[in-house]
């Protein structure tokens, strides 16, 4: 089974900061398809960001990006200007040949007013 | 309703009750899950359903048993459960057979006394 670990269990960033979310994982995959997920407090769990493996390119939505290192097994996700309502655990997910998602322990954002 | 639905919200129950979860998808997707979600531990899968059809069990106990019906609806009967089984339970869907995302509904928040 495929591991994703996040390595940060808590991170707080100021109001209108940069906050950078680290993800790494292990596989031995070519092709497969990377995700970040956001849980606020309401407990709905939303899509925030996806990559795949085969695009150089890192994903970006709006004031959300990554930085895909395939080499390293490296998915990170960036924050920009955060808002009070970027305030959720967020998680690293990997899908799996099969399309199964295997997701890391979560990181928790505070944003600081 | 729109996207992920799931009753009831919260449930408490004691060990020797039986219950059932219910989820309803309203995106025409074709697979459905349920998931556990344990304080400081990553998501665990327990069973996908594609095309109604059970394709994982991820090595769940007996005393909770998934049905899907249709390719709408799903739902976890529980009986006899444990203390240590109290967690939130999230149901997701997507299109099966694809790497696009998964949709989760707000979870069922259960415990067991």
């Known amino acids: 089974a495929q591991t994703v670990t996040q390595s940060q269990p808590e991170m707080s960033v100021q109001e209108a900061e940069t906050v950078t979310l680290s993800c790494t994982y292990d596989?031995?995959?070519?092709?497969?398809?990377l995700f970040w997920y956001k849980q606020p407090p309401s407990r709905q769990m939303i899509l925030v960001i996806r990559?795949?493996?085969?695009?150089?390119q890192n994903a970006t939505e709006n004031r959300f990006s990554v930085n895909f290192q395939k080499a390293a097994k490296s998915f990170s996700l960036k924050i920009s200007d955060s808002q009070l309502g970027d305030a959720a655990m967020y998680f690293c997910?990997?899908?799996?040949?099969?399309?199964?998602?295997?997701f890391g322990a979560g990181t928790t954002v505070t944003v600081r007013a | 309703e729109t996207g992920v639905t799931q009753t009831p919200r919260h449930l408490v129950m004691g060990m020797t009750n039986k219950k059932s979860l219910k989820c309803e998808q309203h995106?025409?997707?074709?697979?459905m899950y349920w998931y556990k979600q344990s304080a400081k531990k990553p998501l665990e899968l327990m069973f996908v359903?594609?095309?109604?059809?059970?394709?994982e069990n991820n090595s769940v106990p007996s005393r909770f048993s998934p049905e899907c019906p249709n390719s709408s609806h799903l739902f976890l009967h529980l009986h006899t459960l444990q203390p240590e089984d109290s967690a939130l339970y999230l149901c997701?869907?997507?299109?099966?057979?694809?790497?696009?995302?998964?949709?989760f509904g707000p979870g069922t928040r259960l415990t067991v006394t």
């Open positions: 997701a869907s997507s299109q099966a057979g694809a790497a696009y995302e998964q949709y």
């Open positions: 596989t031995s995959e070519s092709d497969y398809y």
């Open positions: 990559q795949e493996a085969y695009k150089q």
């Open positions: 997910a990997y899908l799996t040949n099969d399309y199964k998602l295997s």
């Open positions: 995106l025409g997707h074709n697979a």
């Open positions: 359903y594609n095309f109604k059809e059970q394709t």
